[in-house]
């Protein structure tokens, strides 16, 4: 079936002007998901009653003149570890299979205040563990470029559901690059939002200090839309920022003309060379110079602690994890799992969580646990969390000489379903580019650079900014996006097919 292509903004245009309708739009999406959704498996649960029952309302206040803003009746889709009320939550795991939660996050709670029908729940690694999506224990998603392959992760789901036009807007989070990631390898944009900018509440928590909610769309000024919809400070969490969310959409309409005089932009020494494909870096270099002769001052910067951020990070997030994962205990709520006999409370925890979560989740576990055991303490997390401090100084001074800082998004584009499942370490190597970000709190974006030419699979490019200043990877990434759109005479989704078994139509001569 032919998918509807429209970006959010088309969409939320089309409904302001009368030429549409919120139940059409969600209908068609609906459509789209039943039709291509057995080969992508994007989601783990679809809400089809709910989502046009909700169109249904955004359709009568529009009529009413009671329109609740820009994005009201555009529906989006949610990874599977925000909390929604009424609807599945289970992380990817089987350990909260069948948990329906009795309240909303306070992003979902955002969402349905600004009038988005919620299609359903992607599908993400097991507690957002992996860089995947095949640590998932209801099955991996494929990447609707290649249906052999990754769609990233840990919320590849959002991601491919996006790509694959099942949805026009997600919601993702990201804690090492869950976000950043998957929008490299499947031609989507992803956002990590500036640490405390977008409220943790009613997230299952995989790391309370690295997680962060954000939008996963086509373009940078949809994604702009989002971030202001969900962002904002909420009291409900104790890691929230008390200030003003940024004029993001403002910032990416000014960045879309296409001109960067004035702007400094630093090339991370680091976060290139060897480990990156020939083609990720090819494109890079590209997006570079297109940003150049738009008028940006490019200098390069070094930022000599992030080669010890990818094992600062594997401590850190583990021993976090641990502690969090701890609650499920079979006690309180989630999977039970009772031994023949008379077993103790420790023999039905430890046959829970045996039969509750997947391979990695259990690394993590032990991993976080000795990270955090007697004698070993400041050894390893200790060490740890010093090296994160110099990496976020690395990031105070770099920003001294440059406005943003960018860098490949990820090393390599998506890898073939099954390649790296079995060697944790080669896996975690996705990350590489974009676990500082977390480490020190700073926003991100990831914008589609092209396509390498070793395998015609999507690249991306990372920007970074200061914390807080999020409207500047919203001016800087909107005039890439400019840049290589006329580069390539339109968008790269857009002309590249969705599915191979659907074929919209062939990628064109020039697009890269």
């Not at 430890?350 to 997947?358: K, L, N, V, Y």
């Amino acid at each position: 079936m032919s998918p509807d292509k429209r970006t959010a903004v088309e969409l939320a245009d089309a409904l302001a002007a009368g030429e549409t309708t919120s139940v059409e739009i969600t209908r068609a999406h609906l459509d789209r998901i039943a039709a291509v959704d057995g080969d992508i498996h994007a989601f783990l649960h679809v809400d089809a009653e709910g989502a046009l029952r909700d169109a249904a309302a955004s359709d009568a206040r529009r009529v009413a003149g009671e329109s609740r803003g820009v994005l009201d009746g555009v529906p989006i889709a949610v990874k599977d570890v925000m909390a929604t009320r009424g609807l599945p939550t289970t992380c990817g795991s089987r350990i909260l299979e069948g948990w329906i939660p009795p309240y909303d996050a306070t992003v979902v709670a955002h969402l349905r205040r600004a009038g988005l029908p919620i299609l359903g729940k992607t599908n993400m690694d097991e507690f957002a563990m992996g860089s995947s999506t095949e640590h998932s224990a209801y099955g991996p998603t494929h990447n609707p470029w290649d249906l052999d392959r990754i769609p990233g992760g840990s919320g590849g789901g959002s991601a491919a559901a996006v790509a694959a036009y099942e949805a026009p807007l997600a919601i993702g989070t990201d804690t090492g690059g869950s976000i950043r990631q998957p929008g490299a390898v499947t031609g989507t944009v992803g956002v990590k939002p500036t640490y405390g900018g977008v409220s943790r509440y009613g997230l299952v928590a995989l790391a309370n200090s690295l997680d962060q909610p954000g939008p996963v769309t086509r373009t940078v000024v949809d994604a702009a839309l989002l971030h202001e919809v969900i962002g904002g400070h909420d009291p409900l969490d104790s890691t929230s920022i008390d200030q003003p969310v940024p004029a993001l959409v403002e910032a990416a309409r000014r960045g879309a003309d296409g001109d960067l005089t004035g702007v400094r932009i630093g090339v991370v020494r680091e976060l290139g060379g060897e480990g990156y494909q020939g083609g990720v870096l090819t494109r890079f270099e590209e997006s570079v110079e297109l940003m150049t002769k738009a008028g940006a001052e490019v200098v390069e910067v070094s930022c000599p602690h992030f080669v010890h951020a990818l094992a600062t990070y594997y401590l850190i997030l583990p021993a976090e994890a641990s502690s969090n994962l701890a609650r499920f205990d079979a006690m309180r709520y989630g999977l039970r799992v009772t031994p023949d006999g008379d077993p103790s409370a420790e023999d039905v925890m430890r046959a829970t969580r045996e039969a509750g979560f997947g391979d990695e989740v259990k690394r993590r576990i032990m991993l976080g646990t000795y990270a955090l055991s007697s004698g070993y303490y400041d050894a390893y997390y200790g060490q740890a969390q010093k090296v994160r401090t110099l990496v976020s100084r690395d990031f105070d001074a770099a920003f001294q000489d440059a406005d943003v800082l960018v860098s490949p998004t990820a090393p390599t584009t998506a890898f073939k379903i099954g390649e790296k499942v079995d060697d944790p370490l080669a896996m975690y190597l996705n990350d590489l580019a974009t676990i500082p970000a977390n480490l020190s709190g700073v926003p991100g974006i990831s914008v589609p650079s092209g396509l390498a030419d070793e395998d015609g699979l999507p690249a991306g490019v990372q920007i970074l900014a200061p914390a807080m200043a999020d409207d500047r990877v919203y001016r800087v990434g909107a005039a890439l996006e400019t840049l290589l759109v006329r580069e390539w005479g339109g968008r790269l989704l857009d002309q590249a097919p969705a599915l191979p078994a659907v074929g919209d139509a062939e990628t064109p001569e020039g697009v890269r």
